[in-house]
Structure formats: C-alpha cells, structure tokens
C-alpha cells in the first residue's frame, strides 16, 4: 500500500524549513520527492540556504563516524503505516531526538513492492544511525520516547483496575524481566571488558 500523497504533503508540510532543507530529495520516492519539491518551492526556498552535512555537525560534537556509514547502518526503530494510520511524524520525532543527543540519523521511507516477496506489506519508516552507535541509539530512544509512552499505557491499565487488583501487583515483581535485562546487558558488557584486558595482559 502506497503512502497517499495527501499524507506526504501533511508530512512535508509539518516539517521545519531547516528540517526540510536537510532532507536529500535522492533518497524519496518518486511520489514523496514530487511532494517534497512542492513544499519547497512553496516556502521559496534556496537550496543554498541548506545547513552543512550532518556528517559534519557531528565531527565538530567529537563523533568518530565513517563518512559512508549509511551503506552499513543500523536501524534502532522503525514505524509501520497500517492503514488509516500516518507514522511519519512519529518517525521524525524519533529523528530529531537522536540528533539532539549527537547521533547521526537518517529517515528512510520502504514502500511495499508487489515484485518483492522481501518487501514490507504496508508503508515503513526506517530510523537509520551508524552501526557503532546502534546500542546507544535505542537506549535514547527508549529514554526519551518508548519508555514515557509505555509508563502512559500502565498509568492507564493501573487506573482501571480494582483496589485489590491494583495492591495485589509489587513494582518488583512487575518490573523483574526489565531488572533482569539490566543485570544481563550490564554482566554482558563487563564480562568482554574482562576478557579483552585478559587477552592484552
């Protein structure tokens, strides 16, 4: 299912003229760059007012990133547009959030291809960063969006439960998958720590 180009104009349209002017029109399809052209000239804008390369921005905040790390990235969320749905936004909102926290970042739209077996079935917005900041990529995510999302979800859940239901349920029960998956990453990360300096001894 294709994206409807009034979405993509109410995407466009959404966006910043400094948002906008990042955007690289090579890497739409045919029918979103039709769209991003329209919004352009819309606003009169001059593509010698667009900002330097992200690449760079982030040279100057200390990040070792390959120039070419697009060809090789990673992808620490992705958004799918069902339909009567229009995750664009929330896409660029994870966007914005890892560039605010110095991690280069790239939107990359996956319309479904009828030829492609492989092909996603409905419209996919793909958050791309550098493979070496993945990890760090989901953990800001999960800070900054998923995990204030989810603590809505359960403020919700707790309002509707009975009194008893509700003084049944402990956050230390309630919450031990996460604890566990805390302990485990943090042994994870220790352990091969432990064996590289092993290893150089």
């Not at 180009?5 to 966006?15: F, G, V």
């Not at 800070?143 to 239901?165: G, K, M, S, V, Y």
Request: with cysteine.
């Amino acid at each position: 299912m294709q994206v409807a180009p009034n979405e993509l104009r109410q995407y466009y349209s959404s966006l910043s003229d400094e948002m906008l002017l990042e955007i690289d029109p090579a890497d739409l399809t045919d029918a979103a760059r039709q769209c991003y052209q329209s919004e352009f000239a819309k606003r009169g804008l001059s593509p010698d007012a667009a900002p330097p390369p992200a690449a760079d921005e982030h040279a100057e905040a200390g990040l070792e990133v390959e120039p070419d790390w697009l060809e090789h990235a990673a992808c620490p969320c992705s958004f799918t547009s069902v339909p009567g749905s229009n995750h664009a936004p929330d896409a660029e909102r994870a966007r914005e959030v890892l560039l605010a926290a110095g991690i280069p970042c790239h939107l990359s739209a996956i319309s479904p291809d009828p030829r492609n077996e492989d092909s996603p079935r409905f419209e996919e917005y793909r958050v791309l960063v550098p493979a070496s900041l993945n990890l760090k990529a989901i953990s800001v995510l999960d800070q900054e969006i998923f995990n204030a999302d989810l603590e809505a979800d359960w403020r919700t859940h707790f309002a509707d439960l009975p009194d008893e239901d509700l003084r049944a349920l402990h956050p230390e029960v309630i919450c031990a998958g996460l604890l566990d998956r805390v302990e485990r990453l943090t042994r994870a990360y220790n352990d091969e720590i432990a064996r590289r300096r092993a290893e150089r001894a």
